[in-house]
């Protein structure tokens, strides 16, 4: 094969399209001995470095009740993820639990998690949740991750998943129909306007606790999603990643881009100018550096 047509796996360092297909093909249905991210067999493992997930999630686990946090991201979105990054029994965080997606889709997937939430609202809507699909509950903690993270053990977490708190995306003045749905992330951010760059530090404040109580070499995936504000898009995943690695702490990975298929379109500036009618966001994967 031609050094141009080789290339690295979407999460690992090595080349795998050095393989020959006899070789590939025999892997496809088992768990490779020397396989230290996760459990999937060969062909599992190809599935799930797909760059656009695209899959449709079905409205489960007392969907309506989660909703009521505008942020809830589906259990098995988070279960598919979980699963890539971790083998079984294996320990998830998540500093911004919210209604607890990543802590479901961790007992899907058959994993433990932990949880930081401020909100005592959405963690009792957890529980109710796992009361209600007679789910084991994972540990979730009630206080500020900026606090919090400080008291876990370093080195104790194999994948860390999290949605993170929007920047004031309900508070400033948008472009919009006057028909369109306003969104219930303004139930939860109630915080005082922040300009973006103060946004982006606090975030790197949080993630640099979170470097240490992820183990070596382990993963982090993010869910943040880009916006258009002020007549302009705002690639607010670009630039979280390009502080993140400024820190030195990680390494970008991949971007993934979840397709919500079940996402409505608004019309947006119509019919003057073009506004994106946003179906998607971007999934931060990174690497932690050793330092």
């Excluded at 589906?74 to 209604?99: A, M």
């Excluded at 809507?125 to 400080?150: A, H, M, T």
């Excluded at 947006?268 to 506004?275: E, L």
Aim: proline share 3%.
């Amino acid at each position: 094969m031609s050094k141009e047509n080789t290339q690295d796996t979407l999460f690992g360092d090595k080349d795998i399209t050095k393989k020959s297909k006899s070789e590939e093909n025999k892997n496809k249905g088992k768990v490779a001995p020397n396989n230290k991210l996760n459990n999937l067999t060969g062909s599992e493992w190809k599935f799930s470095t797909k760059s656009v997930i695209n899959k449709p999630y079905p409205v489960n686990l007392q969907h309506k009740l989660r909703s009521q946090h505008g942020g809830q991201k589906p259990p098995d979105l988070c279960s598919d993820l979980i699963r890539t990054f971790t083998k079984k029994n294996n320990k998830v965080l998540d500093p911004f639990g919210g209604v607890g997606g990543t802590l479901l889709g961790a007992t899907l997937a058959n994993r433990r998690a932990v949880g930081i939430e401020i909100e005592n609202k959405w963690i009792e809507i957890y529980k109710e949740v796992c009361q209600l699909e007679k789910l084991r509950e994972e540990e979730f903690i009630n206080g500020d991750s900026k606090i919090e993270l400080d008291k876990l053990r370093k080195n104790s977490f194999d994948f860390v998943l999290t949605d993170i708190p929007y920047w004031n995306i309900d508070k400033l003045k948008k472009t919009r129909s006057k028909t369109a749905r306003k969104s219930k992330l303004s139930q939860f951010n109630e915080d005082e306007l922040q300009t973006k760059e103060e946004w982006l530090a606090d975030m790197v404040e949080i993630f640099t606790k979170t470097h240490r109580v992820l183990k070596d070499d382990k993963y982090m995936g993010v869910f943040i999603g880009d916006i258009y504000r002020d007549s302009k898009y705002h690639l607010l995943g670009a630039e979280l990643a390009k502080e993140l690695e400024d820190t030195g702490l990680w390494t970008l990975k991949a971007n993934l881009i979840w397709y919500d298929v079940s996402k409505l379109l608004h019309v947006y500036g119509y019919p003057s100018a073009f506004v994106p009618s946003m179906i998607h966001q971007n999934i931060l994967i990174l690497r932690k550096t050793i330092v």
